[in-house]
Protein backbone atom coordinates (compact mmCIF):
# COMPACT_ATOMS: atom_id res chain seq x y z
CA UNK A 1 0.00 0.00 0.00
CA UNK A 2 1.50 3.28 -1.09
CA UNK A 3 1.06 6.08 1.94
CA UNK A 4 2.32 9.89 2.27
CA UNK A 5 3.52 11.49 5.28
CA UNK A 6 3.24 15.07 5.81
CA UNK A 7 4.96 17.52 8.05
CA UNK A 8 4.06 18.83 10.35
CA UNK A 9 0.69 18.41 10.92
CA UNK A 10 0.05 21.73 11.96
CA UNK A 11 1.89 24.93 11.82
CA UNK A 12 1.11 28.38 13.28
CA UNK A 13 3.06 31.54 12.41
CA UNK A 14 3.55 34.85 12.02
CA UNK A 15 3.11 37.01 8.58
CA UNK A 16 6.31 37.27 6.98
CA UNK A 17 7.99 33.83 7.98
CA UNK A 18 9.00 31.09 5.69
CA UNK A 19 8.43 27.50 5.98
CA UNK A 20 8.22 24.20 4.68
CA UNK A 21 5.78 20.94 4.54
CA UNK A 22 6.89 17.97 3.83
CA UNK A 23 6.01 15.31 1.84
CA UNK A 24 7.70 11.59 2.19
CA UNK A 25 7.18 8.15 1.06
CA UNK A 26 8.61 4.77 0.87
CA UNK A 27 7.14 4.27 -2.15
CA UNK A 28 7.60 5.80 -5.93
CA UNK A 29 5.38 8.12 -7.67
CA UNK A 30 5.18 9.16 -11.41
CA UNK A 31 3.95 12.39 -9.87
CA UNK A 32 3.59 14.40 -7.47
CA UNK A 33 0.66 17.00 -6.73
CA UNK A 34 0.17 19.78 -3.91
CA UNK A 35 -3.32 21.02 -3.11
CA UNK A 36 -4.37 23.75 -0.96
CA UNK A 37 -8.21 23.41 0.92
CA UNK A 38 -10.56 25.78 2.52
CA UNK A 39 -12.70 24.86 5.20
CA UNK A 40 -15.81 23.92 3.84
CA UNK A 41 -14.23 23.61 0.12
CA UNK A 42 -12.62 20.83 -1.92
CA UNK A 43 -9.22 20.94 -2.58
CA UNK A 44 -7.67 23.14 -5.10
CA UNK A 45 -4.97 22.06 -7.39
CA UNK A 46 -1.54 24.27 -6.82
CA UNK A 47 1.09 22.49 -9.00
CA UNK A 48 2.05 19.36 -10.24
CA UNK A 49 5.77 17.93 -10.52
CA UNK A 50 6.35 15.33 -12.76
CA UNK A 51 10.28 14.43 -12.81
CA UNK A 52 12.76 13.68 -9.81
CA UNK A 53 14.68 16.38 -9.14
CA UNK A 54 12.15 18.91 -10.36
CA UNK A 55 11.28 22.63 -8.79
CA UNK A 56 8.39 24.62 -9.60
CA UNK A 57 7.53 28.01 -8.11
CA UNK A 58 3.93 29.52 -7.66
CA UNK A 59 4.46 33.40 -6.47
CA UNK A 60 5.93 32.70 -3.32
CA UNK A 61 5.69 28.74 -3.12
CA UNK A 62 8.41 26.87 -3.99
CA UNK A 63 7.94 22.85 -4.68
CA UNK A 64 10.48 20.03 -5.21
CA UNK A 65 10.25 16.68 -6.18
CA UNK A 66 12.84 14.79 -4.67
CA UNK A 67 15.16 12.84 -6.75
CA UNK A 68 14.32 9.36 -6.18
CA UNK A 69 10.23 10.69 -6.50
CA UNK A 70 9.28 9.38 -3.03
CA UNK A 71 9.10 12.56 -1.50
CA UNK A 72 8.49 16.12 -2.19
CA UNK A 73 8.22 19.37 -0.59
CA UNK A 74 6.60 23.14 -0.30
CA UNK A 75 8.14 26.39 0.74
CA UNK A 76 6.67 29.10 1.61
CA UNK A 77 8.64 32.72 1.78
CA UNK A 78 6.91 35.64 3.55
CA UNK A 79 4.24 34.03 4.11
CA UNK A 80 0.55 36.12 4.87
CA UNK A 81 -2.62 35.24 6.45
CA UNK A 82 -4.28 34.41 2.78
CA UNK A 83 -1.92 31.39 2.94
CA UNK A 84 -3.95 29.81 5.80
CA UNK A 85 -5.29 26.31 4.76
CA UNK A 86 -4.79 23.04 5.01
CA UNK A 87 -1.71 21.83 2.25
CA UNK A 88 -2.43 18.45 0.60
CA UNK A 89 0.13 16.25 -1.26
CA UNK A 90 -1.17 13.78 -3.56
CA UNK A 91 0.93 11.28 -5.05
CA UNK A 92 -0.12 9.30 -8.63
CA UNK A 93 -0.67 5.65 -8.05
CA UNK A 94 1.99 3.50 -9.72
CA UNK A 95 0.06 0.36 -9.15
CA UNK A 96 -1.90 0.36 -12.47
CA UNK A 97 -4.72 1.87 -11.98
CA UNK A 98 -5.40 5.96 -12.20
CA UNK A 99 -5.84 7.05 -8.62
CA UNK A 100 -4.63 10.02 -6.15
CA UNK A 101 -3.08 8.56 -2.53
CA UNK A 102 -3.74 11.97 -0.48
CA UNK A 103 -1.17 12.46 2.13
CA UNK A 104 -2.53 13.54 5.89
CA UNK A 105 -2.18 17.10 5.00
CA UNK A 106 -0.58 20.10 6.77
CA UNK A 107 -2.68 22.84 8.82
CA UNK A 108 -1.29 26.46 8.57
CA UNK A 109 -2.38 29.24 10.01
CA UNK A 110 -0.17 32.44 9.20
CA UNK A 111 -1.34 35.53 12.10
CA UNK A 112 -1.50 38.94 11.31
CA UNK B 1 -18.24 26.23 -16.84
CA UNK B 2 -19.67 26.14 -13.38
CA UNK B 3 -16.70 23.87 -12.35
CA UNK B 4 -17.80 20.31 -10.32
CA UNK B 5 -20.95 20.35 -8.49
CA UNK B 6 -22.04 18.44 -5.76
CA UNK B 7 -25.62 17.53 -4.26
CA UNK B 8 -26.37 18.06 -1.34
CA UNK B 9 -23.77 20.06 0.29
CA UNK B 10 -25.06 18.79 3.54
CA UNK B 11 -26.91 16.09 4.43
CA UNK B 12 -27.89 14.60 8.25
CA UNK B 13 -29.23 11.18 8.39
CA UNK B 14 -30.22 8.70 11.25
CA UNK B 15 -28.30 5.48 11.98
CA UNK B 16 -29.70 2.75 9.41
CA UNK B 17 -30.88 4.89 6.36
CA UNK B 18 -30.04 5.23 3.47
CA UNK B 19 -28.34 8.28 1.42
CA UNK B 20 -27.64 8.91 -2.18
CA UNK B 21 -25.24 11.87 -2.95
CA UNK B 22 -24.86 13.27 -6.62
CA UNK B 23 -22.32 14.40 -8.21
CA UNK B 24 -21.76 16.88 -11.78
CA UNK B 25 -18.30 17.26 -13.26
CA UNK B 26 -17.05 19.20 -15.94
CA UNK B 27 -18.82 18.65 -18.95
CA UNK B 28 -16.42 16.23 -21.12
CA UNK B 29 -14.34 15.20 -17.92
CA UNK B 30 -14.14 11.65 -18.82
CA UNK B 31 -12.84 10.55 -15.45
CA UNK B 32 -14.82 10.76 -12.06
CA UNK B 33 -13.45 10.18 -8.95
CA UNK B 34 -15.11 9.62 -5.34
CA UNK B 35 -13.32 10.68 -1.84
CA UNK B 36 -14.24 10.44 1.49
CA UNK B 37 -12.57 13.01 4.30
CA UNK B 38 -12.77 13.18 7.97
CA UNK B 39 -11.85 16.31 10.04
CA UNK B 40 -8.15 17.31 9.54
CA UNK B 41 -7.06 14.26 7.40
CA UNK B 42 -6.60 14.03 3.88
CA UNK B 43 -9.38 12.43 1.38
CA UNK B 44 -9.05 8.88 0.58
CA UNK B 45 -9.55 7.55 -2.53
CA UNK B 46 -13.11 5.34 -2.71
CA UNK B 47 -14.01 4.51 -6.67
CA UNK B 48 -13.17 5.73 -9.88
CA UNK B 49 -15.03 5.78 -13.23
CA UNK B 50 -13.40 6.42 -16.70
CA UNK B 51 -16.45 7.40 -18.52
CA UNK B 52 -19.17 5.20 -17.25
CA UNK B 53 -16.52 2.38 -16.25
CA UNK B 54 -16.23 1.66 -12.75
CA UNK B 55 -12.14 0.77 -13.02
CA UNK B 56 -11.58 0.69 -9.04
CA UNK B 57 -12.87 0.76 -6.02
CA UNK B 58 -11.19 0.69 -2.84
CA UNK B 59 -10.96 -2.35 -0.35
CA UNK B 60 -12.42 0.56 2.48
CA UNK B 61 -15.69 0.78 0.55
CA UNK B 62 -17.89 -1.95 2.00
CA UNK B 63 -20.69 -3.38 0.30
CA UNK B 64 -22.90 -0.69 1.63
CA UNK B 65 -21.26 1.76 -1.09
CA UNK B 66 -22.44 1.54 -4.30
CA UNK B 67 -21.40 4.48 -6.86
CA UNK B 68 -22.49 4.52 -10.86
CA UNK B 69 -21.83 6.92 -13.72
CA UNK B 70 -24.73 6.16 -16.22
CA UNK B 71 -24.01 7.32 -19.21
CA UNK B 72 -20.37 8.98 -18.17
CA UNK B 73 -22.20 12.08 -17.08
CA UNK B 74 -23.24 12.47 -13.58
CA UNK B 75 -22.39 10.06 -10.88
CA UNK B 76 -24.27 9.13 -7.58
CA UNK B 77 -22.97 7.60 -4.65
CA UNK B 78 -25.25 5.74 -2.43
CA UNK B 79 -24.55 4.09 0.62
CA UNK B 80 -27.30 1.90 2.54
CA UNK B 81 -27.89 1.57 6.12
CA UNK B 82 -25.52 4.40 7.03
CA UNK B 83 -23.40 3.90 10.45
CA UNK B 84 -21.91 6.61 12.48
CA UNK B 85 -18.72 5.54 11.11
CA UNK B 86 -19.76 6.88 7.88
CA UNK B 87 -20.04 10.45 8.91
CA UNK B 88 -17.61 12.19 6.80
CA UNK B 89 -17.19 15.00 3.69
CA UNK B 90 -17.66 13.16 0.47
CA UNK B 91 -16.06 14.66 -2.07
CA UNK B 92 -16.00 14.08 -6.15
CA UNK B 93 -13.78 15.10 -8.53
CA UNK B 94 -13.45 15.41 -12.55
CA UNK B 95 -10.70 15.68 -15.12
CA UNK B 96 -10.07 14.81 -18.41
CA UNK B 97 -6.52 12.97 -19.10
CA UNK B 98 -5.33 9.67 -20.44
CA UNK B 99 -2.71 8.93 -18.14
CA UNK B 100 -1.64 10.18 -15.15
CA UNK B 101 1.15 12.32 -16.26
CA UNK B 102 -0.08 16.17 -15.15
CA UNK B 103 -3.45 14.99 -14.63
CA UNK B 104 -5.66 18.22 -13.11
CA UNK B 105 -8.02 17.46 -10.54
CA UNK B 106 -10.96 19.36 -10.63
CA UNK B 107 -12.74 19.30 -7.04
CA UNK B 108 -16.39 19.76 -5.92
CA UNK B 109 -17.15 21.35 -2.42
CA UNK B 110 -18.36 18.17 -1.21
CA UNK B 111 -21.28 16.57 0.75
CA UNK B 112 -21.04 16.75 4.34
CA UNK B 113 -22.47 14.03 6.14
CA UNK B 114 -23.63 13.89 9.30
CA UNK B 115 -24.90 10.24 10.97
CA UNK B 116 -26.90 10.33 14.37
Known sequence: ?112 | DTGVSQDPRHKITKRGQNVTFRCDPISEHNRLYWYRQTLGQGPEFLTYFQNEAQLEKSRLLSDRFSAERPKGSFSTLEIQRTEQGDSAMYLCASSFAFGLTNEKLFFGSGTQLSVL
Do not use: M
Open chain 1, 1 to 112: TQLLEQSPQFLSIQEGENLTVYCNSSSVFSSLQWYRQEPGEGPVLLVTVVTGGEVKKLKRLTFQFGDARKDSSLHITAAQPGDTGLYLCAGASTSGTYKYIFGTGTRLKVLA
